[in-house]
């Protein structure tokens, strides 16, 4: 059996602040202002009401769905058969798994390493004692060895032939560009077919 518990006493139950309870002991209901609740309704748009016509048209159908409408199927397993190319790769597979498990390596012949250090030969030589000097005379290469030298500029003038071409390769252009179409003269295309004569035809026939 519980035993009942005692009331708390007057100085064990929680204190209002002073400013709180003047403020409460204070309060006066006619300070509050009136304020009209609207209420507002949110129709829903033609998409919601189509989704939700799909939504309970798919609950209805699987509710309502009767199993004695489905037709009985048999299932039929086919197995496929290897071609002769697979079988081959298969027995190529195997044999080869079969030789590296069951290898002996007794069998193998000893055999002996032989390290071989061909020296360079003549040519190979000369080539790298004439790349070392010349590295070496690039490297100490002594300017004050070196002679003043001055740069005379010639300046070719051209020759008569030259300015004649010159001359008229510049007549040409400047004809080409003022030609005047308008001393032109009007001249007529006159097509020539000539017939093959006797002598031509008695080749022809005789070919």
Do not use: W, Y
């Not at 939700?52 to 397993?77: M, P, Q, Y």
């Not at 740069?151 to 300015?163: G, R, S």
């Amino acid at each position: 059996m519980s035993c009942p518990v005692p009331a708390p006493a007057l100085k064990d139950l929680p204190r209002v602040a002073g400013d709180l309870k003047s403020e409460l002991e204070g309060f006066k209901p006619t300070n509050l202002k009136n304020a009209d609740t609207q209420e507002k309704i949110v129709l829903p748009s033609a998409e919601d009401v189509a989704q939700e016509r799909t939504h309970n048209a798919l609950i209805a159908g699987v509710e309502n769905f009767k199993s004695s409408s489905l037709k009985r199927t048999d299932t039929r397993e086919k197995i496929v058969l290897p071609n002769a190319q697979d079988v081959a790769a298969e027995k190529t597979e195997k044999a080869l798994i079969a030789g590296i498990e069951h290898f002996d390596p007794s069998k193998l012949k000893h055999t002996e390493t032989q390290e071989k250090n061909p020296l360079p030969d003549k040519d190979v030589v000369l080539q790298e004692k004439n790349h070392l000097n010349l590295l070496n005379g690039v490297e100490h290469f002594d300017k004050a060895t070196m002679k003043h030298t001055t740069t005379a500029e010639k300046i070719v003038l051209p020759d008569n032939e030259v300015i004649e071409q010159e001359k008229g390769q510049r007549q040409l252009i400047s004809g080409i560009e003022n030609f005047d179409s308008s001393k032109l003269k009007h001249a007529e295309t006159c097509e020539k077919n000539p017939l093959p004569t006797k002598e031509i035809i008695d080749q022809e026939k005789s070919a």
